[in-house]
Every structure is written in structure tokens, then in C-alpha cells.
């Protein structure tokens, strides 16, 4: 794995972890949100790089051991609900209402 991603991915699971220990996330939401959201760009961003290193043999079932498998699981992450669409809307709308 790319280590500046895995960076990434550490940092934001620490901060997943802080806010639950602490409870933050049940007062307000939004940081939630947000660790979500960037956890959801680097699952994108880390399959990138697996098919970037793979190549056309990643589509190619008898030699991908379980990129498939990974490709699919990756695929969703963004619609499990809330979506990361619902996400950025409800972020949106707490921005407005702190803008107004």
C-alpha cells in the first residue's frame, strides 16, 4: 500500500476511534461526516492504485485472487446509507444554517 495513503487511512481511523471514545460524534455530527467521506475517498484511491499495478490482469478472474472481491466491496462504500451523497447534502445544510 501507497504509504502516504496509509497515513491517511491511520490518521482517519484514530480520529474515528477519538470520536467515539469521547462521544463527540453523538453532539455533533459533522466530524463523523467528514472521517466518513475522507474514508471513503482513500477505499477509492487505494483500489485505484490496485488496478493501477495490476493492470489488465485484474480483470482477468483466474489471476486476480481477490480484487474482485475488493473491487465490489469498494463499490459500495459510497451508497451504504446514509450515502456519501446524504453526507455532503447534510453538511451543505448545516453550513447554510450557520451561514444564515
Known amino acids: ?14 480520529e474515528l476511534k477519538a470520536g467515539l471514545a469521547s ?4 453532539a455533533q455530527a459533522a466530524p463523523l461526516f467528514r472521517v466518513r467521506i475522507r474514508l471513503a475517498a482513500i477505499v477509492r484511491e487505494a483500489m485505484d492504485l490496485e488496478l493501477d499495478a495490476s493492470g489488465g490482469r485484474a480483470y482477468l478472474v483466474a489471476t486476480t485472487g481477490d480484487f ?3 473491487w465490489l466491496e469498494a463499490a459500495f462504500v ?10 455532503h447534502g447534510e453538511l451543505e445544510r448545516q453550513a447554510a444554517l450557520r451561514a444564515a
Open 68 to 70: 474482485a472481491r475488493r
Open 1 to 14: 500500500c501507497n504509504s502516504g495513503l496509509q497515513r491517511l487511512a491511520d490518521a482517519a481511523i484514530d
Open 23 to 26: 462521544g463527540s460524534f453523538a
Open 78 to 87: 459510497p451508497v451504504v446509507t446514509p450515502s456519501l451523497t446524504q453526507l
